[in-house]
Structures are given as structure tokens and as C-alpha cells.
């Protein structure tokens, strides 16, 4: 169970309370969690005192707190990014890049590539491509280089989702051919 979720949340919120039997508690399971109804009953059992219940309930503030923040955080990248909307869009289209990834990308290069003089300049710049330093047949250090942690984190992200993504295997086997 995700006590983050829906369900958990409801959960956590009745036993701040303080007046929820188990059997209570469980019910308030929704979706594929009602399956799970008659084991949530003995999870839920257990001894909790009044200030594990104010404990808890500070947590639950800290928590809808941060999200809030993070709410108004994210209308205000929304908000800065109006002006690249295309560019957003356009990058959105590729496999594994969702808008968050996108926001990333254009935060950290920008949307004017003339700066960089090619693509392997732009790959060198965030770190994404290992040296090939070979010389009379044995290899040396091929060390990727630091380049911009968070592009690079950004760009390892999208491929990894992109190598999950539906029909990530057609794509690969397509190289390697």
C-alpha cells in the first residue's frame, strides 16, 4: 500500500483521529486496494497513544505544505516557460521526454543552438559522450567527462524511460542492426 496515495492518506487521516477501528479503516481503501480489505484489517491493528497521533498529524501538515510549494513552484515554471511553447512541444515529441524533462532541457541549453558549433560539441557540453583515447590497438581511460550534472541527469532519465517506453525493443533491435 502507498501511504501516499489516496487510500493511505484517508487511512492516515482517520487514525489521527483516533476514532476508526481497523475494520473502519480498511474500508476506506479505493480502487484495486478494496481486493486487499480483509488483510489491511490486521495491518491496521496496533497501539497508538495520543502523541503518535499529534506526531502524525504534524507530519500530514508538512506534507500538504510541500505540496502546496510545489504547486506554486511548478505555475511558475509553467509561467516562465510561455514563451518557448513551441520548443516545449516540439521536445516533448521525443521518446522519453515528458514536460518536466523538456522544462529541463530548456532551462539548461537554452533554445538557441548556434552557441554550440555541432551536436558533438552540445553532447561534449552535458557530459554525455566517453572518451575513446586508443592508441596502437589497446584502449585508455574512457572516463565520461563532468559536463552539466543536470542536463546529463535530465537526458539519462529520458533514456531510460524511452528504453521502457512500448516498442523500445523494435527501436534498439533497429541499431544494433
Known sequence: MDVFGVSGQSMLRALVKGKAT??????LAKGRLRNKIP???????GKLEEHHRFLL????????????DL???????????KPYAAQLALLQEIPGVDW????????????DMSVFGSVSQLASWAGVCPGN???????????????NVYL??????????AAK????????RAVLN
Open 39 to 45: 488483510e489491511l484489517g490486521p495491518a491496521l491493528e
Open 165 to 172: 517506453a512500448k516498442g523500445a525493443a523494435r527501436f534498439s
Open 100 to 111: 518536466t524533462l523538456a522544462a529541463v532541457i530548456i532551462a539548461e541549453i537554452g533554445v
Open 71 to 81: 504547486a506554486v513552484l511548478e505555475q511558475r515554471i509553467e509561467d516562465k516557460l
Open 57 to 68: 498529524r504534524l507530519q500530514l501538515q508538512r506534507l500538504e505544505a510541500a505540496e502546496k
Open 22 to 27: 481497523p475494520q473502519e479503516m480498511a474500508e
Open 133 to 147: 583515447n586508443e592508441s596502437a590497438g589497446k584502449r585508455k581511460s574512457s572516463r565520461i567527462p563532468k559536463g
Open 152 to 161: 546529463k541527469t535530465a537526458l539519462v532519465e529520458a533514456a531510460s524511460a
